[in-house]
Structures are given as C-alpha cells and as structure tokens.
C-alpha cells in the first residue's frame, strides 16, 4: 500500500504540519481505518516533539520545513507494519456503518 493507493496528501497541511486523510469513499475498511491510524499517531508524535532537532545541531530552515515529512513518513510506516488497534477499531466500525 502507497500513498496514491490510500490517495493521500504528500505534504503536510497548511500551517500545523498534518497528515491529511484521504477520501474515505475511495479505501476499503481496512485501508481507511490504516490512514486513520497514520494521522492519528503522526499528530502524537508532533505533539511528543518527533523529529525536533536539538538547537545545538543547528539544521537551518530546511530543518523545520522538512521535519513534517519525516514524522508523516514514520507514523504511515507504524500504521502499516504495527497494530495499534486503532485501524482495526475503524475498519470494524466503517464495515458496521456500511452494512
């Protein structure tokens, strides 16, 4: 599964750095409930500050430009490869909820 198959966002939102989910319509249960997932957990590794540098290491601005992609990249990697339970959790209610 890649981003164009989940047909996600391939970069951060407008000011906050968020993964944004893709149309739910277009996944299956299962594909949606991992997209959740995804942006679940790359806003709590935002928030845990995840691909913040030491100042001392001193990246420059294409060190802030480009932290999003690389917390993006790790949570869909978590979602995809650990269970959490959260995409399953999702997947079981969109199946509920679909029929």
């Known amino acids: 599964m890649n981003e164009q198959a ?3 966002v391939t970069g951060p939102g407008p000011a906050t750095g968020a993964v944004a989910l893709p149309d739910p319509s277009r996944l299956s ?4 409930g991992i997209a959740f997932e995804a942006s679940f957990l790359a806003e709590m590794l935002r928030h845990a500050g995840f691909g913040e540098m030491p100042e001392g290491l001193n990246g420059g601005s294409g060190e802030a430009h480009f932290a999003p992609f690389y917390v993006r990249e790790v949570a869909q990697s978590l979602a995809q490869h650990t269970r959490f339970g ?3 959790m999702v997947a079981a209610e969109l ?5």
């Open 6 to 8: 989940l047909g996600l």
């Open 29 to 32: 249960p299962e594909e949606a």
């Open 86 to 88: 959260i995409a399953e």
């Open 95 to 99: 199946r509920e909820a679909g029929g």
